[in-house]
T-cell receptor, first 111, second 111 residues
Framework: NAGVTQTPKFRILKIGQSMTLQCTQD?????MYWYRQDPGMGLKLIYY???????DKGEVPNGYNVSRSTTEDFPLRLELAAPSQTSVYFC??????????FGPGTRLLVL | QKEVEQDPGPLSVPEGAIVSLNCTYS??????FMWYRQYSRKGPELLMY????GNKEDGRFTAQVDKSSKYISLFIRDSQPSDSATYLC???????????FGKGTTLSVSS
């Protein structure tokens, strides 16, 4: 099993551009999450989903959108990139009440 | 007061030392406690998972939870250079509540 995969690994965006960060898991987990990690700041939850068609905001949702049309995929959309969105983005998945498994991350630089 | 406090370090020790990593928290509803290890430019991976108070041992690693003091610890015995990483504590309450992360402690073990 591949676990949680994320693409791209690294991306540079100009201010105002948009992009989608892809996340796929092959563990048949119901729950999926998006976090951002800034240096020295730990992981902050952006959005999460408890199943296909159901999403909810986390601690820092502003500037992001998500959708969950299948169990496997949970893309994160940035519509108008801002320098404050420069970060490392991690996707994770889990069964309810169980351990979260993380992907390798996407490094995003907004200039 | 932040929900989860973790000393960011960095912590530098010689090979073979016993390492103690700690987190304090303020939310008495937290019941599930985790330690994640994160190597540079990688996603977090689960190291230890405990429920409520008590100790849990796995090889060279021991996790301790003291709910009365709102304090959790991770001990690493006979530390190795391969233990050099950032260690994140994480905790949550009942099902449906978010996982709250500490900021992480960076550990360096020198040979």
């Amino acid at each position: 099993n591949a676990g949680v995969t994320q693409t791209p690994k690294f991306r540079i965006l100009k201010i105002g551009q948009s992009m989608t960060l892809q996340c796929t898991q092959d563990m048949n987990h119901n729950y999926m999450y998006w976090y951002r990690q800034d240096p020295g700041m730990g992981l902050k939850l952006i959005y999460y989903s408890v199943g296909a068609g159901i999403t909810d905001k986390g601690e820092v949702p502003n500037g992001y959108n998500v959708s969950r049309s299948t169990t496997e995929d949970f893309p994160l959309r940035l519509e108008l990139a801002a320098p404050s969105q420069t970060s490392v983005y991690f996707c994770a998945s889990s069964y309810p009440m169980e351990t979260q498994y993380f992907g390798p991350g996407t490094r995003l630089l907004v200039l | 007061q932040k929900e989860v406090e973790q000393d960011p370090g960095p912590l530098s020790v010689p090979e073979g030392a016993i390492v103690s990593l700690n987190c304090t928290y303020s939310n008495s509803a937290f019941q599930y406690f985790m330690w994640y290890r994160q190597y540079s430019r990688k996603g977090p991976e689960l190291l230890m998972y405990t429920y409520s108070s008590g100790n849990k041992e796995d090889g060279r690693f021991t996790a301790q939870v003291d709910k009365s003091s709102k304090y959790i610890s991770l001990f690493i015995r006979d530390s190795q250079p391969s233990d050099s990483a950032t260690y994140l504590c994480a905790m949550r309450g009942q099902a449906g509540t978010a996982l709250i992360f500490g900021k992480g402690t960076t550990l360096s073990v020198s040979s």
